[in-house]
């Protein structure tokens, strides 16, 4: 079993789903392909995620590794990203429509909804031996632009790197001991607690 699995596996007080305990964000991809059904079921698993008024204001575009949109998207990167992630099998681009489609109106969770679809996408994902690394660190503009997004009407959020997992030793510093890592996590008590009263 490559040995980043074990390292990265959460370490959790209560009994949590292991695929909740599995999922992490790796850097270090094997450059395998991800075929268009195992991305389509990635996506059908978003598109159950519950959303204000089942309106589903997500949406994915994606493209695999080699294709010029990849490459394009890749371009955008910013410099931590750029020396790890053209190794991944494919990029999504996740955005949200922000206004209602009922009534034009302004939608004040697109945002909050789009990420619990995301959350379905990476847990299907790590179902699926697929790994996931989202990326905050790219010149917003451009790849909007590149991707016809509509600032208006469409919120482009983040990018989604998915791909197979490789082994820490592809990477360079600091990527390579980053990968090799234990996650860490505040303290429950920070974030969670009773209602007094
Ligand atoms: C909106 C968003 C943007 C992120 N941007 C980046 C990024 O640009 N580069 C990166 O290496 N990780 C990025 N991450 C990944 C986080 O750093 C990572 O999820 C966090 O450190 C927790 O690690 P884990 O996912 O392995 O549990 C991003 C995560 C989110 C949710």
Redo the contacts with the bound molecule.
Sequence with gaps: MNATIAI?E?RTEHDVHPLIRQ?????AFTGEPVSDQELLTLFEAAAWAPSSMNEQPWRFRYALRGEAPFEALMRS??G??LPWAPNGAAIVAISGMKHHARNGQPNASWGFDTGIAVGNLLLQATAAGLYG??????DHERAAELLRIDAESEGL??LLLLGRLGEAEMLQEPYRTRERTP?VRKPLGEVAARISG
């Design positions: 990265k959460a999922r992490f964000s790796p850097r990167l910013s931590g990203n690394h989202l990326l905050g660190g790219f959020i983040c996650r």
